[in-house]
């Protein structure tokens, strides 16, 4: 990957971001270039994603800080190229670069207004409010205002972040602007791949500014802690390389552990999932009552017939199903119900990697989950949603308010790789590596969905013992291939029309 490409895939907290800004002005850079640099890159996307033929009214909005120069630099720019420009700044003190800014858009006859409802005759808003760092709540007039902008029905492009966004966990602070366009300056941060703030950041871009790559790499730790999965990325670890000479069982086998007279179709679609993956061998082990239906739908894989409950739950594993040395890898919980406890307790027993989903969480979490994850000799992929991951963690208070340091948490307390389902998934190891997946879409928002990703991780992991992938790339990686699938399909097809069983058939396309 070329080095600045590699950029794309880099996120930088709020310090790392300062100390890098800190070594740029270091070595001589002064802040008046950088933030001419920056801002006319930004004023030029503006210009492409809102010509001034389509809009031509802007108004902007200016904060204290370098945030509200950048925007007026932009306003500067704008004005320049001919579009109606107006501006509000609702504060009466401003930076010293910032001030000379705004005495320059004065001096061109750029207006100022003194209330945001002169504004709302624009056709676009620019929010310079606040950038990277706030960390005070929105109050007062200022939050007045910005509640009566996400009323009003016109564009806003936001600067670096939308004004009222923590940078790192995007927790709201009092209020935040809702944007329309994102324009995220110089690195990611954070509050981008945070479930709480996708509703304020709209669509969001990088606008790359030239940042010397020496200070961004003397700044963050290798390997690279917090990293976001491309398709560039994704590609380097896809397919998995199959030499001529080879056999079923050195591409992987995999046992997954699935299904109940309730959730008979869990068994299929994670099934469905682990063939898609290319796994050399499957062996599913279903209640005795299944068998006739997965051998009809599964007719490749090898079937285990395993005695059931009065409830139609296994009731026990047979000897061919509990000879985990047999295994490369073992996946097991989708549709199994909270009543399979003498199954996960035996699976997790196993002394090959396990794969955890769905009712083996709510198990585990009944059992104790770091107590019980404790005793386990080999690595353990946990990939719960919200709820479950509360279950599984219930010292991790309010995860939802920072979902990537809950994740680094629940992994260093486990020892587990743990996958955070969610419009931006999260996986983390326990030395601290995080991945993000930067893309999904609402339509994985069906049942099912989570079964699919179950039988496609314990795949991918099975035939992985013949390369150097970490765990954790792989499970990121197949996160990244089920998104993606989701994501074509539901082009293709709407994002109603994408049920789980689609959804799997979608997986095989995506190369």
């Known amino acids: 990957m070329e080095p600045r490409q590699e950029l794309n895939s880099i996120v930088v907290t709020t310090e790392q971001m300062a100390n890098i800004e800190g070594k740029i002005f270091a070595g001589g850079m002064p802040v008046a270039a950088l933030m001419e640099k920056a801002a006319l890159l930004t004023s030029q996307r503006i210009q492409q994603l809102y010509p001034l033929h389509t809009v031509d009214k802007v108004g902007v909005l200016v904060g204290p800080g370098h945030n509200g120069g950048d925007a007026l630099v932009i306003a500067r720019e704008l004005h320049l190229q001919g579009y109606d420009v107006c501006v509000y700044c609702p504060f009466t003190k401003l930076k010293e670069l910032t001030q000379q800014h705004a005495n320059y858009a004065h001096s061109l006859g750029i207006p100022y207004h003194n209330d945001l409802e002169s504004l709302n005759h624009c056709q676009l808003i620019i929010d310079g409010l606040f ?21 009003w029905s016109i564009p806003v492009v936001s600067v670096d972040i939308p004004s009222g ?27 981008y791949f945070q479930d709480q703030a996708l509703a304020y950041t709209g669509i969001a871009e990088k606008i790359d500014f030239g940042i010397p790559l020496k200070d961004i790499f003397s700044t963050i730790p290798q390997p690279i802690p917090l990293q976001l999965l491309h398709k560039t990325l994704a590609l380097g670890f896809l397919p998995l390389p199959r030499p001529q000479l080879t056999h079923k069982y050195q591409q992987g086998h995999l046992l997954l552990i699935a299904g109940s007279h309730r959730y008979a179709g869990a068994s299929i679609l994670s099934s469905n999932g682990a063939k898609a993956s ?45 000879d985990f040395a047999s295994y490369d890898i073992i996946a097991c919980g989708p549709g199994l119900t909270r009543e399979a406890t003498e199954v996960v307790t035996r699976v997790l027993e196993a002394k090959c990697p396990l794969v955890l989903d769905a009712d083996a ?9 770091v107590n019980r994850l404790s005793k386990r000799q080999n690595a353990t992929v946990l990939t719960p949603h919200l709820g479950e991951f509360k279950r599984l963690f219930p010292d991790i208070h309010n995860p939802e308010k920072d979902r990537i340091s ?20 999260i996986i983390a190891n326990p030395q601290g590596k995080i991945w993000i997946i930067p893309e999904s879409t609402p339509a994985l928002a069906r049942g099912g969905s989570g079964d699919v990703l179950t039988g496609l991780i314990g795949g991918l992991l099975a035939q992985n013992k013949t390369t150097n992938h970490t765990l954790e790339a792989m499970v990121a990686t197949a996160a990244w291939w089920h998104a993606q699938a989701a994501i074509l399909a539901a082009k293709e097809r709407s994002e109603l029309g994408v049920d789980a069983g689609t959804l799997s058939q979608y997986l095989h396309t995506i190369f």
């Open 361 to 369: 969480l709510n198990i585990l979490a009944q059992l104790g989950t």
């Open 165 to 191: 966004l923590h940078t790192d966990t995007g927790e709201v602070l009092g209020t935040a602007v809702k944007a329309t366009h994102s324009l995220c300056l110089g690195l990611w941060k954070p509050v």
């Open 131 to 151: 950038g990277f760092g706030l960390k005070r709540p929105l109050s007062g007039n200022l939050a007045i205002d910005v509640d009566r902008l996400n009323q």
């Open 406 to 425: 809950a994740t680094k948490q629940a992994a260093s307390q486990s020892g587990a790789i743990i996958l955070l389902k969610g419009a931006r998934t």
């Open 278 to 322: 290319g796994v050399g061998m499957l062996s599913v082990a279903v209640p005795e009552s299944l068998k006739p239906l997965l051998v009809g739908k599964i007719p490749d894989g090898l079937v285990i017939d395993c005695p059931v409950s009065e409830k139609g739950v296994i009731a026990s594993l047979p000897p061919l199903a509990t």
